[in-house]
């Protein structure tokens, strides 16, 4: 990555602490994530105990159900170690990205289809995170042109 599209990835950086809760299950969210260096975890609440989601690295993203379909977070968010690092894209990014780069749309479908196969096995009592191939939303790098984030977008 050059160093002038590093320059405009910055303005979009939110750093975060070990334990820091990214947002809540059940808040409104405007912003989605694309994890740039760290581990965030998230989780739901089962009655009297916390269920692990999956835990999330460099160039795996959360938060677009939010942007999708304007509900509450289906889940808490919560960073895993200091200085955890991510990017944030609030929902005219995503609109333009989604419109723009057919590669990104394709992967937040992806990421979504996933998503709901894993939360129907984990309702239905049958989820195993063993059993469940971990298919990666996106390549495990942090952000570059050609995921559909470029440098343009960034300046808008």
């Known amino acids: 990555m050059r160093l002038e599209d590093m320059t405009s990835f910055a303005k979009f950086i939110r750093v975060y602490q070990k334990s820091d809760v990214i947002f809540e299950e ?13 581990k965030v975890k998230l989780s739901t609440r089962a009655p009297g105990r916390e269920v692990e989601l999956a835990t999330l690295g460099p160039g795996e993203f959360f938060g677009e159900m939010a942007l999708v379909d304007s509900a509450p977070r289906t889940a808490t968010a919560t ?22 780069q057919p590669v990104f749309a ?4 992806h990421a ?7 939360r129907w096995a984990l309702y239905s009592g049958t989820f195993e995170k063993s059993s469940l191939p971990h298919h990666s939303p996106m390549p495990p790098s942090p952000p570059s042109p050609s995921m559909g984030i470029s440098a343009n977008l960034m300046q808008r």
Request: negative net charge; contains cysteine; hydrophobic residues 40%.
């Open 26 to 38: 059940n808040s409104l969210g405007n912003e989605m994530y694309v994890v740039h260096s760290g």
């Open 112 to 118: 979504l289809c996933q998503r709901i196969r894993e």
């Open 79 to 100: 960073s895993l170690g200091d200085n955890t690092r991510l990017i944030a894209l609030d929902q005219d990014k995503f609109l333009y990205l989604v419109s723009q």
């Open 106 to 109: 394709l992967t937040i479908m």
